[in-house]
Nanobody, 116 residues
């Protein structure tokens, strides 16, 4: 069974930093690209970042480019999202995601709130 468990969210001031983690199990983690999505209040879910299985390539949404860094540790089945220079617009529930065959798998999400 695929399981994704996010952690690391919380309340942070504008300009601050957070590091999100996603612990993966139930599939061969090193074989799959991984993704971070987020969904703000009243907004649609959006793709934040993608990383290939060997971390040879990454993708970032324009809104986070230069501020967020996606990484992974295949030996530990862990996915990370380092978020720097956070803005109020980054406030959202952040979800770890893997697409296996035609099925999307999601974690429970971790809340990130950026506020003074």
């Amino acid at each position: 069974q695929v399981q994704l468990v996010e952690s690391g969210g919380g309340l942070v001031q504008p300009g601050g930093s957070l590091r999100l983690s996603c612990a993966a199990s139930g599939f061969t983690f090193s074989m799959y690209p991984m993704n971070w999505y987020r969904q703000g209040p009243g907004k649609e879910r959006e793709l934040v970042a993608t990383i290939t299985n060997t971390a040879s390539s990454t993708y970032y949404a324009d809104s986070v480019k230069g501020r967020f860094t996606i990484s992974r540790d295949n030996a530990k089945n862990m996915l990370y999202l380092q978020m720097n220079r956070l803005e109020p617009e980054d406030t959202a529930v952040y979800y770890c995601n893997v697409k296996r065959f035609w099925v999307d798998y999601w974690g429970q999400g971790t809340q990130v709130t950026v506020s003074s």
